[in-house]
Nanobody, 120 residues
Framework: QVQLVESGGSLVQAGGSLRLSCAAS????????MGWFRQAPGKQRELVAT???????NYTDSVKGRFTISRDNAQNTVYLQMNTLKPEDTAVYYC??????????????WGQGTQVTVSS
């Protein structure tokens, strides 16, 4: 069984910062890419940022220069440092991992989501 557990969501004022964490646990052989997605009320889930096992990163345009994704491969953990937050960043943030399980099957897993609310 593989699980992704997120933490760090909160209510913050515009201009503030938050750091999200997501830890993967279970029978994992290797985690390839990890990422963060978000879903605002009434909108589709969108990609925020991704990071490969080698450390290559990708960001959606709206967060470039404000958000930073990083990962600790030894701890199977991915982080999202969010600075200069805006009200439009308000959403449920989901962690995502493309990994190889201990049974050699490749699978995609999602976390349960963590709420980020930015007040104006």
């Amino acid at each position: 069984q593989v699980q992704l557990v997120e933490s760090g969501g909160s209510l913050v004022q515009a201009g503030g910062s938050l750091r999200l964490s997501c830890a993967a646990s279970g029978k994992i052989f290797k985690i390839n890419a990890m990422g963060w997605f978000r879903q605002a009320p009434g909108k589709q889930r969108e990609l925020v940022a991704t990071i490969t096992s080698a450390g290559s990163t990708n960001y959606t345009d709206s967060v470039k220069g404000r958000f930073t994704i990083s990962r600790d491969n030894a701890q199977n953990t991915v982080y999202l440092q969010m600075n200069t937050l805006k009200p439009e960043d308000t959403a449920v943030y989901y962690c995502n991992a493309l990994l190889v399980r201990a049974d050699w099957n490749v699978a995609v897993y999602w976390g349960q989501g963590t709420q980020v609310t930015v007040s104006s």
